[in-house]
């Protein structure tokens, strides 16, 4: 029997993780730009806001859309903190100064996006969400053996989980074209970066596969 990361999902051993698509990073008014002034926001974010909000959005709302219609889980994870002061956050989200208070505005997963009142959300306080929540633990009593990521950003959060969760046994599906980053350098070597954990595909290919092609 020969071993393949190239493998089909099984619609009930597969869940869908939308990774940091929330106000605190996905909205302009969002506490990790709300500080900038729109010149410099142009300048740092501007091309990452355009693709996300023109390209790369619109596809997890359609990932979305066909993995709840094939009937795969769908989860989410958004940087909150368990405190409002934020001290439980890791020691690298304090020097880099992200704080998104417990229970704020910008922990919250974008309206475009928004969990069903059934679905999981976990907050994170680490880039990894396999390092700051109990994920493998859920996962495992979903019976989930298939994870299929998405979300922001690509080579930090999402690249992370890419990681963690293959090293811990899960069969990985990149979604490509439903990810970003702050250029496309970086979203492009990300992806080379980690070819070895994952399988990767685009939004079409993922829908074609479980036959939810409809956008």
Request: glycine share 6%.
């Amino acid at each position: 029997m020969t071993l393949t990361r190239d493998l089909p999902l099984t619609p009930e051993q597969s869940a869908l993780l939308f990774i940091d698509v929330q106000n605190f990073c996905a909205r302009r008014d969002g506490g990790e730009f709300k500080h900038l002034d729109d010149a410099e926001f142009d300048a740092k974010y501007g091309w990452f806001y355009d693709q996300f909000r023109t390209r790369v959005l619109p596809n997890m709302q359609r990932l979305q859309k066909g993995c709840r219609g094939a009937g795969i889980e769908v989860l989410y994870t958004t940087i909150e903190s368990l405190t409002k002061d934020g001290r439980d956050r890791s020691l690298d989200y304090k020097i880099t100064g992200f704080h998104v208070p417990k229970g704020s505005w910008d922990g919250k997963v974008i309206d475009e996006l928004a969990p069903s009142d059934d679905e999981i959300v976990l907050p994170k306080s680490s880039s990894s969400v396999f390092v700051s929540t109990h994920i493998d633990y859920l996962l495992r009593n979903l019976g989930v053996r298939q994870l299929v990521i998405s979300g922001l950003v690509t080579d930090q959060c999402v690249e992370s989980a890419v990681r963690d969760a293959c090293d811990i046994g899960y069969l990985v599906t990149l979604v490509t074209d439903a990810c970003a980053t702050y250029s496309q350098f970086r979203h492009d070597h990300s992806l080379s970066a980690i070819r070895g954990y994952c399988r990767q595909v685009t939004t079409d290919q993922l829908l074609k596969e479980l036959g939810q092609e409809a956008a």
